[in-house]
């Protein structure tokens, strides 16, 4: 008999029933309550490009962009921003409205596919912000697989919290990306943009144990083996068929796990969509998210044991009683068909989650968690309480994992969710506030990116004047393809001269001020305690 000792709890198991070294739930110890998402920012750039007048610079038919992928801007960035910039600014950002101190992180995980060094990892370079707290104590690297290392960066910080590392402080998680592709069709469904996510017990959007479906395979659907060019290899018909391939897969996967929950607790009811109060997707574009919870749908009917489909959402359904999934991955009436069944769900369930996608575009490991951020900014926290969020994340090569969220009850004023909803309700003003430039610009900036991210002694040339305030960008690379950073003031009332970060030069260390000394810090949030491809 092996037995296993937790808070003076003594449970015996039988070996003859699991492998070695498993232990049944009644087994482990106490968890930390409710370990999920406590605080969120998000960071876009200043400008974008509109793609109606895209399609007419780029000479398609109109509405390619606009409607054929539900696409309205694309948000991009000049040569004086790159992935470390994205990173600094955002995580930045989010300690400074939520009045965090460095000390209070214990692991900073960063999830990106933007590589602009093969050994040093973003992560190392946010570390300069927190060297006047002293704090470098700081577990986590970058983890990179295409659109899914943000995803796999949450996943390790919630496991870090639920485990015997964790030593009571949060998990800061960031996910950036600049998405840049070749003249031609996939262009239009880049973008650029960093989410930072507080990681912690007691949090408002709490992950539900156990329910997680992932499926991962080997494919070349999209990748990156140029290691001097920013533009991937699309195979985009692939592209596609591998995205909904994995999310018939993870909801399979999700429905039997939570099937099994429910039958250990005695219930015979079975998952549909409907047990979702919101679904949000990995967005390479925005029709790409509405065909696939119409294939969701699809799932549900095919699944079920006797659809009915004289009335309610399988009304007029029955032809397709005996089709195979993957067999209608372009099959054109299936699509029509259960889009037009879904479109009520949605509306309700998932189109308020696309305003970040519909407006900057695809920001690979970020796209999901935008997804997620806006469909908080649209919503009241009372809308949102006791809700359970569906969360589909896919990266290619390909990895995915459909998983769900739980927020919590508590809606009341100055609550955690009440103060993470409140933080994130300026997202639209926001989006409002950048500046549009005209295609021509946006190629040369393109042009610009393609010739020049490479290079060692470079100066950038874009306008640093254009920048959000508090945003950090590029100053030089020098002959040894160091990188130096600058941030501009939070107000523009402010001195203009920038905050520095240096790189180490030789023996001598140049070092700065904590800009939270140096600029007043925004109000807080929270207490310290088709022809397209799926884009990745």
Not at 343 to 354: G, I, M, V
Not at 397 to 402: D, E, I, R
Not at 513 to 527: D, E, L, W
Request: proline content about 6%; some cysteine.
């Amino acid at each position: 008999m092996c037995r296993f000792q937790m808070n003076m709890v003594i449970t015996t198991v039988s070996p003859s029933v699991r492998m070695p070294g498993s232990a049944s739930i009644s087994c482990l110890g106490p968890w930390p309550k409710d370990v999920g998402i406590i605080a969120m920012e998000l960071y876009f750039p200043s400008q974008f490009v509109d793609q109606a007048e895209l399609e007419q610079f780029d000479g398609v038919p109109a509405g390619k962009y606009t409607v054929g992928l539900g696409q309205a801007r694309m948000g991009f960035c000049s040569d004086c921003e790159d992935i470390n910039s994205l990173c600094l600014t955002v995580v930045q950002r989010l300690m400074e409205r939520n009045s965090l101190s460095y000390d209070s992180v214990g692991r900073l995980e960063v999830g990106t596919e933007t590589i602009i060094d093969k050994s040093k990892s973003v992560k190392t370079v946010i570390m300069q912000l927190f060297e006047d707290s002293g704090n470098t104590d700081v577990e986590g690297i970058d983890t990179t697989n295409a659109c899914y290392g943000g995803t796999a960066a949450l996943f390790n910080a919630v496991n870090w919290v639920e485990s015997s590392s964790w030593d009571g402080r949060y998990a800061l998680v960031v996910a950036g990306d600049i998405a840049v592709y070749a003249t031609g069709s996939a262009r239009p469904t880049g973008g650029a943009g960093a989410v930072a996510m507080l990681v912690g017990p007691n949090a408002p959007l709490a992950f539900e144990r156990g329910l997680r479906g992932t499926h991962m395979q080997h494919a070349y659907d999209f990748y990156k083996p140029d290691l001097m060019s920013e533009y991937p290899v699309v195979d985009g018909k692939l592209s596609i068929e591998c995205y909904l391939s994995a999310l018939d897969r993870c909801y399979s996967v999700f429905r039997n796990k939570i099937h099994a929950q429910w039958q250990r607790e005695s219930s015979e009811k079975r998952f549909s969509l409907e047990d979702f109060g919101f679904l949000v997707f990995h967005s390479p574009y925005c029709k790409l998210v509405q065909k696939s919870l119409a294939r969701l749908m699809l799932n549900d009917f095919l699944s079920h044991p006797n659809p009915d489909t004289e009335t309610g959402p399988f009304t007029g359904l029955e032809a397709f009683r005996d089709v195979r999934p993957e067999d209608t991955y372009f099959d054109r009436d299936v699509e029509k068909a259960f889009m037009k069944a879904s479109a009520d769900l949605f509306e309700r369930k998932t189109k308020p989650s696309l305003l970040i996608s519909n407006q900057n575009g695809n920001m690979y490991t970020p796209s999901v968690y935008g997804c997620l951020a806006s469909l908080i900014a649209q919503r009241t926290a009372s809308q949102i309480a006791g809700q359970r969020i569906g969360v589909f994340s896919y990266g290619s090569g390909f990895a995915a994992t459909l998983y769900s969220l739980r927020v919590t009850q508590d809606h009341t004023p100055g609550s955690s969710l009440d103060k993470l909803v409140s933080s994130l309700s300026d997202l639209k003003l926001r989006l409002d506030s950048r500046s549009k430039v005209s295609p021509a610009v946006f190629s040369e900036n393109m042009k610009l990116r393609e010739e020049t991210h490479h290079l060692a002694s470079y100066i950038p040339r874009g306008s640093v004047d254009d920048l959000f305030p508090g945003t950090w960008y590029l100053t030089r690379v020098d002959e040894k393809h160091r990188r130096e950073y600058a941030r501009r003031p939070l107000d523009h009332d402010l001195p203009t001269e920038p905050e520095l970060i240096h790189t180490n030069s030789g023996t001598k260390t140049e070092h700065i001020p904590s800009p939270a000394k140096k600029m007043p810090r925004i109000p807080a949030t929270m207490p310290s305690s088709e022809a397209a491809a799926v884009s990745n």
